[in-house]
């Protein structure tokens, strides 16, 4: 019986945007570009999962996040699960999602020092309404002209293995001991489970729904949260009024209202939580 209206935090990256998304101010010409808007619950205790924006002018880094064991041994409270929603896509644009072939250790540490480790994925076209579920240890890297939302496990975790020359800091040792690096094979969609709602993504870490208009109550297990993240449309979670562009944080027994035209995805943990 709770709805919470997140907080955003503004993200300037290297590899980031002036010209944004419907819903968020655009940077100042002069400003530094934007790649991030995060949610932020608040209160001490950090929730299982954290959702993002993403905007995109260049590629990414090529990086590689820990599982949960790994990241614990490493001093981290979790690992990193993530789905990409996309949301907007310039005609060329592509993801990287695992490697063309399986790739040993040894020569993915060789290919990230001279920069080939590039021809080594496998970058995959994408468009508006593609999703991905990227499990920890898979080798990835968003290309540029991308609009999407990011669902992640709740940690700011991530090793890069190759950034083009950017001079950041790059973590090869770590990186490398935690990479899987395969072909990426996409986890099957669930699929339609009700006419106003499909199952996208369902990884032991979270799930993740889509949703359309009308009225739907949610119930949540005591001690999990729900997100719900408005893509276009407004509407009500009890007597929180929310828009695309926000984020809503839901607990307990929640009345959805949307309005018709409403898009939004929903994402909750799943049977594998930390």
Known sequence: MTATLLSTKRVEKPWGRHQLWPGFANPAPGDDPLGEIWFEAPGDIPPDLLIKYLFTSEKLSVQV????????????????DEAWVILAAEPD??????????????????AALDGSIVDLLDWKPVQAGDYFYSPAGTVHAIGAGVTLVEVQQNIDLTYRLYDYGRPRELHLEAGIAVSNAVPFVAQAAPG???????????????????????????????????????????????????????????AGEVAIAASPGSDILFAYPGADRI
Do not use: Y
Request: charged residues 20%.
């Open 65 to 80: 996040h820990p599982d949960d064991d790994a990241a614990r041994a490493a001093g981290f409270a979790r690992g990193k």
């Open 93 to 110: 644009a592509t993801i990287a999602l695992g490697t063309l072939a399986p790739v040993d250790h040894a020569t993915l540490k060789a």
């Open 192 to 250: 339609k489970v009700a006419e106003n709602r499909i199952i996208l993504a369902e990884g032991p870490k979270f799930v993740l729904e889509r949703w359309s208009e009308g009225d739907r109550t949610v119930t949540l297990p005591h001690g999990m949260s729900g997100w719900l993240v408005p893509l276009a449309g407004h509407g009500m979670a009890d007597d929180i009024a929310w828009q695309a562009g926000q984020c809503v944080m839901l």
